[in-house]
């Protein structure tokens, strides 16, 4: 019968008047009470997972950027390490070759390697001509012109004999003509030697 009467009171309470403010039936107040405290948890609540919610974006986008970072540099780490191999490697090929480069006080030297091997191969009338010495940024060319006597299977083996030799020697602009005494022919060639710039630190 008691509860029939409040909601029998709730119902007939005249609530658009603001004077009555204070006269509310209790169930009212407390339905408004706990209405209110609703909205206030709801919307702390609201607040709260959005401010966790985009502190949680943040940080997986700073995970992405970092892992990303990580990632970069250790391609990086090993891409140096495989770069320093690879100079090491270059060095280790260019100090090779500087040693095969002959000095200044080691052309004497080669110019009788290269008439050994006219004498090796069978051919005469050896004529060595050095000529002047070209600079160029990190070495010296010193051109030497080639004129010898014999067969072209002679001329084989002394080509070969040369370009054979451990000092670094190329050979260029040969031609091979009938000797105009006897039956020879005359092949005339040009070798070049060079040099380090300071070619002297690498003398053997």
């Known amino acids: 019968m008691a509860f029939k009467d409040t909601i029998a009171q709730i119902k007939d309470f005249d609530y658009e008047d603001p004077n009555k403010l204070g006269v509310w039936p209790l169930p009212t107040k407390i339905l408004v009470c706990l209405f209110i405290v609703a909205a206030v948890l709801a919307g702390t609540y609201y607040f709260k997972i959005k401010a966790i919610n985009e502190s949680l974006v943040r940080e997986q986008a700073e995970e992405r950027s970092l892992r990303k970072t990580f990632e970069t540099r250790s391609a990086q780490a090993a891409n140096l390490a495989a770069y320093r191999a690879q100079m090491e490697e270059m060095q280790q090929s260019f100090e090779s070759l500087l040693a095969r480069l002959p000095s200044d006080t080691e052309v004497p030297g080669l110019l009788e390697d290269i008439d050994a091997r006219s004498v090796e191969s069978g051919l005469g009338d050896l004529s060595l001509e050095l000529q002047p010495q070209r600079d160029a940024e990190y070495y010296v060319e010193l051109p030497i012109n080639i004129s010898v006597r014999g067969g072209y299977h002679d001329f084989g083996g002394f080509v070969s004999g ?43």
């Not at 020879?184 to 040099?195: F, G, N, P, R, V």
Request: net charge negative; glycine share 14%.
């Open 162 to 204: 040369v370009a054979g030799m451990p000092r670094i020697v190329t050979l260029h602009n040969f031609s091979i003509n009938q000797a105009k005494e006897g039956g020879d022919l005359l092949m005339e060639i040009q070798a070049k030697t060079y040099h380090y710039q300071g070619g002297g630190e690498n003398e053997e």
